[in-house]
């Protein structure tokens, strides 16, 4: 049965998946960059973006699973981009250039009403304005059978965990203070939910956690 996935998701030594004042200059907010240095120098980041080089061991074996078996991924709209309050225009398609890393279908939480958004690799992009409920259905029917990641950002993966919705919830807690951003799991009781913790793994610049739902 498809699973519903959380991986590859940073978080600072003091619980902060996103740093403070996010803008087009700082799409992690302030400091938020340090958090993704466990998977800024994998070879699947670096193949991502191109590159023939980049780092093999546990980090990179481990964001790799990350992206095996998806079908479909749900992400809110500050993870899509620095735009607030109504789209201006549609000219804002992402971060990630004319050819996302998405390949699949991508669902964005948004209240605010757009087109789908097609591009290249097989992304498209679908603005889902009824709630995080809808946006699962529509994904797990797009997922064909494979997995549902929900890739972020903080407040969509929190919204997730508490309506008990995640499977399997990876962190890659990294050793850096944030001191101030995004907290993802303050005032969320994980265990009363449900949730146990199976493994973890010391990687090179991150521990690797891994949360699954009781059945
Ligand atoms: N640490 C990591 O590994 C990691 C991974 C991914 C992302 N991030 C970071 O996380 C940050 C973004 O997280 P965030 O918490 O600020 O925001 P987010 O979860 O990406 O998006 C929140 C926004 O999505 C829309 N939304 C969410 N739930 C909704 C619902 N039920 N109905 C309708 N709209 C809904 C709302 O936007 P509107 O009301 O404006 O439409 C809301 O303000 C970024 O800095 C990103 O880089 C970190």
């Not at 699973?3 to 600072?12: D, E, M, P, T």
């Not at 120098?41 to 991502?48: L, N, S």
């Not at 997730?160 to 001191?179: C, N, Q, T, W």
């Not at 907290?183 to 891994?210: M, N, W």
Request: net charge neutral; charged share 20%.
């Amino acid at each position: 049965m498809a699973r519903v996935r959380v991986q590859n998701f940073a978080i600072s030594l003091d619980g902060y998946g996103a740093g403070p004042n996010q803008d087009l200059e700082h799409p992690l907010g302030v400091n938020g960059p340090e958090l993704m240095e466990w998977f800024f120098q994998t070879r699947v980041w670096r193949q991502m973006h191109g590159q023939a080089d980049g780092e093999a061991g546990i980090d990179n074996d481990v964001a790799a699973l990350g992206f095996a078996g998806l079908g479909a991924w749900i992400l809110g709209r500050n993870m899509f981009g620095p735009v607030r309050g109504p789209w201006p225009d549609n000219a804002w398609k992402g971060w990630w250039g004319d050819e996302p890393p998405y390949h699949t279908a991508v669902f964005v939480l948004t209240h605010y009403a757009r087109p789908p958004l097609r591009m290249a690799g097989g992304t498209e992009f679908h603005f889902v304005t009824d709630g995080i409920h809808s946006a699962l259905r529509q994904a797990i029917a797009a997922a064909g059978g494979k997995d549902v990641r929900i890739g972020g950002g903080v407040s969509t993966i929190r919204e997730y965990l508490k309506a008990g919705l995640v499977d399997e919830l990876h962190l890659a807690i990294r050793p850096v203070l944030l001191g101030a951003g995004e907290p993802l799991l303050t005032g969320i009781d994980l265990r009363a939910i449900g949730y146990q913790c199976d493994k973890s793994i010391a990687g090179e610049r991150a521990t690797h956690v891994f949360l699954r739902k009781r059945t």
